[in-house]
């Protein structure tokens, strides 16, 4: 097992895809982590079914601040004259969280050892691109690769048993298919009480896989 520190002044993790309504979930998603981890190991989206079955677990130092921007939103074409452009601008707004910072367990013996390599060792791989925090304008500040990680909360799987007073629950995506959106996959997540240590068979850990149930469907 590997533990990857983040941090990042920004981040934006969109549940679905809505110009107009862009919403983000509280924290980096498992999606999300996974393709950060690829990006880490030199790996392009292309590949990410060959690392399907890697085992993350997500940890949270502190939950990050929502904020929201507001930006122009151009609708329709852009019709050109000789005068300039007439364009239908209006506003639209924007979620982000402020202020990221936790962990990524990962399990996986062989994208441990590529992503370790990227980070301690990024000139002797050739990115696809950079590591970013879900969105490709919020680049990541500062990553490291342990053997453990500090303590912290560990998001679990929502059992349906009642939460601590104060506690709530966050929906957060698992597994992302942009040609086949059926296959895609999110559940609800509850955070633990800090722990100190991870184990192998703790209950945080997240197999990073398509929506199995309507891939049997299908068949």
Not at 46 to 56: C, D, H, Q
Request: proline content about 5%.
């Amino acid at each position: 097992m590997r533990f990857v520190h983040f941090k990042a002044p920004f981040g934006a993790f969109r549940p679905f895809k809505n110009v107009e309504l862009a919403t983000t979930a509280e924290f980096v998603t498992y999606s999300a982590a996974y393709g950060l981890l690829l990006g880490l190991a030199g790996q392009d989206r292309e590949k990410k079914n060959e690392f399907m079955g890697a085992r993350i677990a997500l940890g949270c130092n502190h939950l990050p601040r929502v904020g929201r921007t507001f930006q122009q939103l151009i609708q329709g074409k852009r019709e050109l004259t000789d005068t300039g452009g007439e364009f239908n601008l209006r506003p639209f707004w924007r979620e982000l969280v402020c202020n990221i910072e936790g962990w990524i367990g990962l399990d996986h013996p062989l994208l441990e050892e590529l992503v370790e390599k990227g980070v301690n060792e990024a000139a002797t791989l050739d990115y696809w691109g950079v590591p970013f925090m879900g969105d490709n304008n919020f680049f990541v500040e500062k990553i490291d690769v342990d053997e453990r990680p500090q303590p912290c909360r560990w998001f679990c799987p929502f059992t349906g048993q009642r939460l601590p007073l104060g506690d709530r629950l966050y929906y957060l995506s698992v597994w992302t298919d942009y040609q086949q959106t059926s296959l895609s996959k999110s559940q609800l997540f509850a955070l633990s009480p800090t722990r100190d240590s991870l184990k192998a068979d703790d209950d945080c850990w997240i197999s990073i896989e398509p929506n199995a149930v309507t891939q049997e469907s299908e068949l």
